[in-house]
């Protein structure tokens, strides 16, 4: 929950913060601010910032439980910063306030998160918060039960191969005008590399190569019979370049998406240092 503290420290965000390797990166600074400190109120200041992907929501929540968690810092917000151009962090819950907010506008998919022992509740949320909505007013039913069933093995691969303790956090937001919901799936585990370089016995070593392994429909999985490697990562890929759509996914120090504009066109970067966890966005085109 955020609230307002008068004895908090500061924090000031970017004037933009975009589902891009930028925004994640401008998100990676301010988790690596505070890594070090403990016992601090903290004051998001947001008095700058004039549009938030409220999707990111997702990655800044996961930051803020795992500093409130391990370093027992508090996250405090003004209210009078936030009502006008950025009251969707309300909306989506991500700020918390003392009345009811609905979302009136149906432009938010809810800022939640799931433990490893609630697959039936993330589930749910696929089915009904995310594709429910407006924007999948038209999308074809075998269409989404495909997309559905990659979003579960995503879930699913979470809970085998993060090694984490925490939750998985998620997030989505519409934008009617451009026609796109944005997506985003967060979690504090290790990251691709470990369990890929592992299973390929050395052969993939880097962060980014392991997104491009993972994408291409490689799986850890041992028995690909029962599991097809479509499954996942691949199978929303395959959507996104179809549907002209964008994949985003940072894990490590390594960043990877597919390109909106052109299907056979990858990007790969390397940010400076490791980000946190593994951050996956879809630009679902509505």
């Not at 000031?12 to 016992?39: C, M």
């Not at 930051?63 to 910063?81: G, P």
């Amino acid at each position: 929950m955020l609230t307002y503290d008068l004895r908090a420290k500061s924090y000031q965000f970017p004037s933009e913060l975009h589902t891009s390797f930028s925004g994640i990166r401008a998100l990676n600074s301010f988790y690596h601010h505070w890594k070090d400190e403990v016992d601090q109120h903290i004051l998001l200041d947001f008095s700058c910032t004039t549009f938030f992907d409220a999707n990111l929501s997702s990655l800044l929540l996961a930051m803020i439980y795992k500093l409130s968690t391990e370093n027992r810092l508090s996250f405090h917000v003004d209210a009078s910063q936030i009502k006008k151009d950025l009251h969707v962090l309300i909306r989506n819950g991500l700020i918390k306030t003392n009345s009811e907010v609905l979302d009136d506008r149906k432009s938010t998919v809810s800022c939640k998160y799931f433990t490893s022992a609630q697959l039936t509740e993330f589930k749910d949320y696929v089915e009904v918060d995310l594709f429910q909505h407006r924007a999948f007013a038209k999308i074809l039913p075998d269409v989404k039960q495909a997309v559905v069933n990659d979003l579960l093995e995503v879930f699913n691969n979470y809970i085998q191969h993060s090694k984490s303790a925490y939750p998985f956090f998620v997030c989505g937001q519409y934008f009617p005008r451009d026609k796109k919901l944005m997506f985003t799936m967060s979690d504090l585990g290790v990251g691709f590399l470990p369990a890929i370089s592992k299973f390929t016995e050395g052969k993939v070593i880097d962060a980014l190569d392991s997104i491009r392994w993972a994408v291409a429909g490689n799986s850890t999985k041992p028995n690909q019979e029962e599991m097809p490697a479509g499954l996942g990562l691949e199978g929303i890929k395959d959507y996104c370049l179809t549907n002209k759509g964008c994949l985003q996914i940072a894990t490590g120090d390594g960043y990877w998406e597919t390109s909106c504009v052109n299907s056979n066109q990858h990007i790969g970067m390397n940010f400076t240092g490791n980000t946190m966890g593994t951050v996956i966005n879809i630009h679902f085109a509505c």
